[in-house]
């Protein structure tokens, strides 16, 4: 799951199941810290937590964040004798004065399906009401190396290229462009992303698709505080 978060303002819902016959020792693992928290599920059983964070001190897990702290991160889960298989998803999000709460939920999706060369992300806006983030993750945890990726910005209306910018990420960095449209094409209303893994000159050992997590979050408000808050998460589309 690309981005947990716990800031001032959000927090992090984390639920999961196993639908099999058998018990299954659940690992999820905070990429920042290397917090491991470990559950047995039993047959059918539901885990669910309502601050992931707050769990992770409740149980003195071994660098779990501070209450204050700031923390964007992936989660990384992993099954134990009797895994099969296992649905799993986090829900951010904020606590506003008033009581309501609104969010957006992240589904668990399996390694492998984050092979690929490229991937699109559909439905960028930015408007008087309506804003978006986009995120990238390196997951190449094999061969432990950087990874440059090319983003483009095609815009909705006329389907020409309205910006282009390349970003190198270390194994496991998250990167997030919030209000990406505004910063990276400005004007722009509705488009879309690729996000293209950059080969290296000369070396074919890069020439095979890397795994990595583009996705995008639509946000009700123009700018942080305005609006519900609510927001809708975009996966990335392999290509």
């Not at 001032?8 to 020792?25: D, I, K, L, Q």
């Not at 506003?96 to 969010?103: I, L, M, V």
């Not at 000369?202 to 942080?224: L, R, T």
Request: net charge negative; proline share 8%; charged share 20%.
């Amino acid at each position: 799951m690309p981005n947990a978060v716990q800031t001032g303002r959000y927090a992090t819902e984390f639920v999961a199941t196993n639908p099999g016959v058998n018990p299954v020792t659940l690992r999820v693992t905070l990429v920042t810290t290397d917090t491991v928290l470990e559950e047995t599920l039993a047959p059918g059983a539901t885990f669910y937590v309502p601050d992931f964070f707050a769990e992770l001190r409740r149980r003195g897990l071994p660098h779990a964040p501070a209450a204050d702290a700031e923390v964007r991160s992936p989660l990384y889960l992993t099954g134990g004798a009797g895994f099969t298989r296992l649905y799993a998803g986090i829900r951010v999000f904020n606590a506003p004065s008033a009581g309501r709460s609104y969010g957006v939920f992240e589904p668990a999706v399996p390694w492998d399906a984050h092979y690929a060369f490229s991937a699109v992300v559909p439905d960028l806006r930015q408007d008087e009401r309506t804003r978006t983030n986009l995120g990238i993750v390196n997951l190449d945890v094999v061969n432990q190396s950087p990874m440059t990726f090319r983003v483009e910005i095609v815009d909705g209306e006329t389907g020409r290229l309205a910006a282009s910018t390349d970003v190198t990420l270390a194994v496991n960095e998250l990167r997030q462009f919030n209000a990406a449209l505004r910063d990276m094409a400005p004007g722009t209303k509705r488009a879309f992303a690729r996000v293209t893994y950059v080969l290296s000159a000369g070396n074919c050992g890069d020439c095979g698709a890397k795994p990595f997590v583009a996705y995008a979050v639509v946000n009700d408000g123009s700018e942080p505080g305005q609006g519900t808050g609510d927001g809708s998460f975009v996966p990335g589309i392999p290509e």
